[in-house]
């Protein structure tokens, strides 16, 4: 039995237009802001293309494998800069992946709680350094320490053709692998740290009952659970590093050449726009370097989709063994 | 095996196997930690050579002149910490307000729907765009054409931003209890009125921190002000709409002087770093710690 409540017209809110409408205006306001945000990201895409379009009509793909860049002679091609760009993005993840992997490890399980306040913050610290202080710093005092450095890298694994003869100023593949290196780790450490937590306790507990060790914890149950997760924090970390501009520009030296050898100097595509775009020659030159941002805005939307699927994978996984 | 061999008192150390299981371990946990330590130590000596080679550049005239006109020593940085204000205040200006109510759309309106899981991925593909790739952008939008200007850079930030603050925002406003909503209704109060009313001031702090947060990033950002605002005229100047020149800023000023061989701009550089380098990480770390103290009070 229901009881049918009657409102009087005093009772009413009065100003129930206004509400009415303040309701669709407010959800309106947001969607368009939604919306807004989603026109901006395909204005990008849109505008690269349109900006590219001289370059793909004269050199279609074969600007992708074609090693001269001549702004004079009118000549561009894109091999020398996506090499060095994989040369130092692979260098850089190479050596990032297991030392973030591992501060990921210390700060969620192996050190005391009172460290991990302190540690946790400081190395999201070191990602908030801007890259343009990185690359200063990079240049002016890691450049000429790690020049000091190569002759006896070259001495020891000279055999590896990937440690030629060094050079003499320093700025080098080498110097830009680094300083990526140190910018991918922080990112890695708190994707990692975050992914570690969420194991759960009694697995854990459960392989120490059995009298596993610290490091067989690791290797049999944190590893295996979260790997996933940490192949996406890897390439969240690989596409940070390869679009990095400005430090890479300032420590690589700016080569037109593709070298096999690590300490010779080369470029990216991000640091090659980065540099070169300011003072662009020709039409052809624009749009060679817009061609070389949809390379990278094609890579980046990629690594990230990947990064994304397999993250909510993972999750979803999570949430069903739950 | 009989029972008389057990020695109780005897010392209960690991033998064979085990001996090796654990020295393993051990290694694999100093390796971790030394990981750590060495994250640690890159960053004090990066923060170090910055305050070493910076922080004798310091002085109120070095905060407050012009740069000289030609090589040399002395001078300072005003123009550049004006600009970078004035672009970073409204490329602020502008991703704040999209960047909240973004948040609000997909906690208020739009929660677990299709669509908000659209946009969630399409916020954090913006987050994954190289900060290049956006300058290049707006500068086919708003540069060619019509020549560099303060607002261009700020737009690129903005796009920058505001992935950052929508996230931050959006994760505040989940954590906004439920009840609150839930009384707000059970009052009769329309909808509009409890998420200005209610939900939105109970986050607020949490939009500021994230706000913050997005700020410091956006003042470290060199590529889209290197590309669009680059072209500029000696003296402090703040008129972000004038096209065809830009406004100096911290940032580009170092990426300059770090490509030239001057040693008296690289002084300056260092200096500028300096003073960069202390906003950003003093505006990071309040801002993380007013972010801890508001989700403990929304939480608890």
């Not at chain 1, 993005?89 to 990921?104: E, K, R, Y």
């Not at chain 1, 817009?290 to 993250?311: D, H, K, P, R």
């Not at chain 2, 690129?156 to 707000?184: D, F, M, N």
């Not at chain 2, 060199?222 to 709409?241: D, E, K, M, Q, Y």
Request: with cysteine.
């Amino acid at each position: 039995m229901s009881v049918a409540v009657r409102t009087t017209r005093a009772s009413r809110p009065r100003n129930r237009r206004a509400d009415r409408w303040g309701d669709v205006l407010i959800r309106a306001i947001c969607g368009l802001a939604c919306l807004i945000a989603l026109a901006a990201l395909a204005a990008i895409a849109y505008k690269l293309i349109t900006g590219a379009h001289l370059a793909f009509s004269k050199f279609g793909l074969g600007f992708l494998d074609s090693s001269t860049w001549k702004p004079n002679f009118q000549q561009f091609g894109a091999l020398p800069f996506i090499y060095g760009t994989a040369m130092t993005s692979g260098v850089a993840l190479l050596l990032a992946l297991p030392i973030g992997v591992a501060i990921g490890l210390y700060l969620s399980l192996l050190a005391p709680q009172r460290l991990r306040g302190v540690i946790g913050p400081l190395v999201e610290m070191l990602a908030a350094i801007p890259s343009v202080i990185l690359g200063l710093w990079g240049i002016l005092i890691l450049a000429p320490f790690i020049r000091d450095r190569e002759p006896g890298l070259h001495n020891v694994l000279g055999f590896i053709p990937l440690f030629g003869r060094p050079q003499t100023v320093g700025a080098s593949v080498f110097t830009a692998a680094l300083i990526l290196t140190i910018m991918v780790i922080p990112i890695i450490a708190s994707i990692s740290r975050d992914l570690f937590l969420t194991v759960p306790r009694e697995l854990q507990d459960g392989a120490i009952a059995l009298g596993a060790t610290q490091w067989e914890v690791v290797r049999g149950v944190i590893l295996p659970t979260t790997a996933s997760g940490v192949v996406s924090a890897g390439l969240l970390g690989l596409g940070r590093a390869l679009g990095e501009a400005i430090a890479v520009a300032q420590v690589i030296g700016g080569g037109n050449l593709a070298h096999t050898s690590l300490f010779e100097t080369g470029d990216t595509m991000a640091s090659r726009i980065a540099v070169q775009f300011p003072g662009a020659l020709n039409e052809l030159h624009f749009a060679s370097l817009y061609y070389l941002a949809v390379i990278l805005l094609v890579i980046g939307l990629v690594f990230n989709l990947l990064a994304q699927l397999i993250s909510r994978r993972f999750s979803v996984e999570r949430a069903v063994s739950r | 095996m009989s029972v008389a061999e057990f020695d109780p008192t005897a010392p209960l150390t690991p033998t064979g196997n085990l001996r090796r299981r654990l020295i393993v371990s051990r290694i694999a946990v100093t390796g971790a930690t030394g990981a750590a330590l060495a994250a640690v130590g890159v960053l004090g000596i990066v923060v170090y050579a910055v305050v070493k080679r910076g922080a004798s550049q310091l002085s109120i005239d070095f905060l407050t002149k012009n740069p000289p006109q030609f090589p040399g020593p002395g001078g300072g940085i005003a123009p550049a910490i004006v600009g970078t204000a004035v672009i970073v205040g409204l490329a602020t200006a502008i991703a704040m307000p999209l960047g909240v109510l973004i948040a609000l759309y997909l906690t208020e309106f739009a929660r677990g729907s299709k669509f908000a899981a659209l946009m969630r991925t399409v916020l954090d593909l913006m987050n994954g765009l190289p900060s290049i790739v956006i300058a290049v952008f707006v500068f086919g939008l708003l540069v060619v054409g019509h020549g560099q200007s303060g607002f261009a850079a700020a737009v690129a930030l903005a796009i920058i931003e505001v992935p950052l603050i929508a996230r931050s925002s959006q994760e505040v406003l989940l954590l906004v209890p439920g009840h609150l909503r839930e009384a707000a209704d059970a009052l009769g109060v329309q909808r509009w009125r409890s998420v200005l009313g209610v939900i939105l001031p109970s986050a607020m702090g949490g939009i500021v921190t994230g706000t913050l947060l997005a700020v410091a990033r956006a003042a470290g950002e060199t590529a889209p002000v290197i590309l669009l605002c680059s072209l500029i005229r000696p003296g402090v100047h703040v008129n972000a709409f004038s096209v065809g020149t830009g406004l100096d800023t911290i940032t580009g000023g170092i990426f300059i002087a770090s490509e030239q061989a001057d040693p008296y701009s690289q002084a300056r550089a260092w200096g500028a770093a300096f003073v960069l380098l202390a906003f950003i990480l003093f505006t990071s770390l309040s801002a993380r710690a007013l972010l801890n103290r508001n989700r403990r009070r929304l939480s608890g």
